[in-house]
C-alpha cells in the first residue's frame, strides 16, 4: 500500500467515525481529496485506492491535470477562486465550482459551459464569519444570489461551501459550522433543493461532520504538506 492510500483510509476512517459520534450514516459525508500542487501521479495513486472526487485551487495546473488524466473516471471540483478570465477554463473542465461568489461569475460560467456535457454543478462560497481575508458572499446576501443562480440554464445549484477562519477548539468550530448549516437549512426552507454543504477540512473535519457537513476537503492529510514555489 502506498502513503497516499493509507492516509486515505485513515482520513475515511475519521470520517467514519465523525459520522458515528454524531449519530449520521458513514455515508452521509463525501471526500473531496484536495490534490493542488501535487502532480498527476499523486492523483492517480489515491484514485488507485477508491477516490475519484478531487478538488484543485489552481485552475491552470488543473487543466493540465485533467488533460493527462482524462483516462480515469475522476470527478474534478475547482474550490479556488474564479476570476472572469478564467471561466471557461472552469465551465470547460471542471464538473463542480465550489466558490461561486458573484452573479457575474456565475452567468459567464453558465454562458461557457459546453452544450454536450451536464450542467456545471455549483456551489455558493459563503463568508459565514465575516472573515475580513475572505472570499463569499455575505450570509444575508445568499438567498438572493441562490435565486438568480438557480435561473441559469447551463448550471446546477447544489449547495454552500465555506472556509472559515481556523478555531481554537472543537467547540467554537461547531459553533460557526453551525452557522453554514442553519443557513443551508433556511435557504432549503425557500424551496432550494440544496442537497451539499461543502465545510471542514484536515484540521477540524470533525466538527464540520457533528455540524451537517455534507462533504470534506481534505488535502494534507492525504498527501502530504505542500512545498510552494517563492511566488506562488
Given amino acids: 500500500m502506498t502513503m497516499i492510500a493509507d492516509n486515505l483510509h485513515r482520513v475515511q476512517a475519521r470520517i467514519s467515525a465523525a459520522c458515528a459520534q454524531a449519530g449520521r450514516s458513514p455515508d452521509?459525508?463525501?471526500?473531496?481529496?484536495?490534490?493542488?500542487?501535487?502532480?498527476?501521479?499523486?492523483?492517480?495513486?489515491a484514485h488507485a485506492a477508491g477516490q475519484v472526487a478531487f478538488g484543485e485551487?489552481?485552475?491552470?495546473?488543473?487543466?493540465?491535470?485533467?488533460?493527462?488524466l482524462a483516462h480515469l473516471p475522476l470527478e474534478w471540483h475547482c474550490i479556488g477562486p474564479i476570476q472572469s478570465n478564467k471561466t471557461r477554463l472552469v465551465a470547460t473542465h471542471f464538473d463542480w465550482a465550489h466558490t461561486v461568489d458573484r452573479l457575474k461569475i456565475a452567468q459567464r460560467l453558465s454562458e461557457q459551459r459546453p452544450a454536450e456535457i451536464p450542467a456545471l454543478n455549483v456551489c455558493i462560497q459563503v463568508n459565514i464569519d465575516g472573515g475580513a481575508t475572505k472570499a463569499g458572499v455575505a450570509p444575508e446576501e445568499a438567498l438572493a444570489l441562490a435565486q438568480q443562480i438557480a435561473g441559469l440554464p447551463r448550471l446546477r445549484l447544489r449547495g454552500l461551501m465555506c472556509i472559515p477562519e481556523p478555531a481554537p477548539d472543537f467547540v467554537a468550530?461547531?459553533?460557526v459550522f453551525i452557522r453554514a448549516r442553519n443557513l443551508f437549512d433556511a435557504l432549503n426552507a425557500?424551496?432550494?433543493?440544496?442537497?451539499?454543504?461543502?465545510?471542514?477540512?484536515?484540521?477540524?473535519?470533525?466538527a464540520a461532520v457533528q455540524s451537517g457537513s455534507t462533504q470534506v476537503r481534505v488535502g494534507t492529510a492525504i498527501f502530504g504538506g505542500r512545498s510552494y514555489l517563492a511566488g506562488t
Fill in 28 to 45: 452521509a459525508v463525501a471526500l473531496l481529496a484536495v490534490s493542488k500542487t501535487f502532480g498527476p501521479e499523486d492523483v492517480a495513486q
Fill in 57 to 68: 485551487n489552481y485552475i491552470q495546473e488543473a487543466v493540465e491535470k485533467i488533460t493527462l
Fill in 173 to 175: 468550530a461547531c459553533a
Fill in 190 to 206: 425557500q424551496g432550494l433543493a440544496l442537497d451539499t454543504l461543502s465545510m471542514g477540512m484536515s484540521a477540524d473535519l470533525e
